[in-house]
């Protein structure tokens, strides 16, 4: 019994010790493929579950602010749970759409009429799973407005996020980087930040975004990815937990900000996504 434990713990060790070799390796190669793209400015996080203290983590501009797009509806969503924790507020509480909520690109409440009455769980599926605009601005509301939103992504310990602007935002002035939402999407599916039920709800939420066209594209088929994409004009990213067979995932971020629509901008996601699922998988 004594000599099979020790085997376990030395194939244990073996395998941490060949990860981070593997991501040691794995990072020239992301700054390889960056390279082939000089028009664009990329941040990439990256944490496996066996990460330690570091180890294994890979940190390319993972804590410069970009344009957040949706990506900002990430931090939104959790501040939402929290005080849904607290009993501050329910989720039977029906929210009215207001003039000030309309939003354009993308979601389906802008075709809405005024004074359409909605549940608030409705609302926050749009927000996360079609990307709502307006149904950002309806949770943002909610939560008090802007300046009350910010407060409390604040107490979360996100350094680089802020929402200045009303969705759509397509002008990027609000903010977020990769290393602050692969922090929050931690400490939220797999921490103790929310209540087992909130977790609940934001994870199998987060399995159900539409969008499936950047990160997921590197993946292989027996993965599930928790995740929301963020895109307008001069930035595209995506955000999310890779979900292995036999309880391993990682933790990944990637933001680039692009000339205008480039198409590159999602090409070179999923290219980093392909190197990191090949290397680290």
């Known amino acids: 019994m004594v000599c099979f434990l020790n085997i376990l713990l ?12 593997i991501t040691n390796i794995l990072i020239p190669k992301i700054r390889t493929k960056i390279k082939q ?3 664009l400015i990329c941040g990439v996080y990256i944490k496996p579950s066996w990460a330690t203290k570091g180890n294994s ?7 410069v602010a970009f344009s957040a797009a949706s990506l900002i509806k990430i931090p939104i969503a959790v501040v939402l749970l929290q005080k849904i924790d607290k009993g501050q507020i329910n989720w039977n ?3 009215v759409l207001q003039r000030k909520h309309y ?19 409705e609302v926050f599926r749009l927000m996360l799973t079609i990307s709502d605009n307006t149904a950002t601005n309806m949770i943002i509301d909610l939560l008090g ?3 009350k939103t910010n407060q409390e992504i604040t107490k979360l310990g996100l350094k680089n996020t802020k929402v200045v602007n009303w969705l759509g935002d397509f002008k990027g002035t609000n903010k977020t980087s990769p290393g602050d939402l692969v922090n929050i999407l931690e400490k939220s599916l797999e921490g103790n930040l929310l209540s087992k039920g909130s977790r609940s709800i934001l994870k199998s939420t987060l399995l159900s975004v539409k969008n499936t066209s950047l990160i997921r594209k590197g993946l292989g088929r027996y993965t599930r990815f928790a995740h929301k994409t963020g895109t307008i004009g001069i930035c595209v ?5 890779v979900y292995l067979p036999f309880g391993k995932r990682i933790s990944i971020s990637i933001i680039v900000k692009r000339p205008f ?3 590159q901008g999602k090409t070179i996601i999923r290219e980093i996504s392909k190197l990191v699922y090949v290397n680290l998988t």
Not at 237 to 241: F, K, L, Q, S, V
């Open 10 to 21: 030395f194939n244990h060790a073996l395998a941490h010790t060949e990860n981070r070799g």
């Open 37 to 39: 793209y000089p028009r």
């Open 57 to 63: 983590i890979i940190n390319i501009n993972g804590d």
């Open 93 to 95: 509480r029906i929210l």
């Open 103 to 121: 939003a354009a690109g993308a979601g389906v409440l802008r075709t809405r009429r005024l004074g359409t009455k909605i549940k608030l769980k």
């Open 145 to 147: 407005g802007i300046y």
């Open 237 to 241: 990213g995506d955000a999310g937990i």
């Open 261 to 263: 629509n480039s198409l």
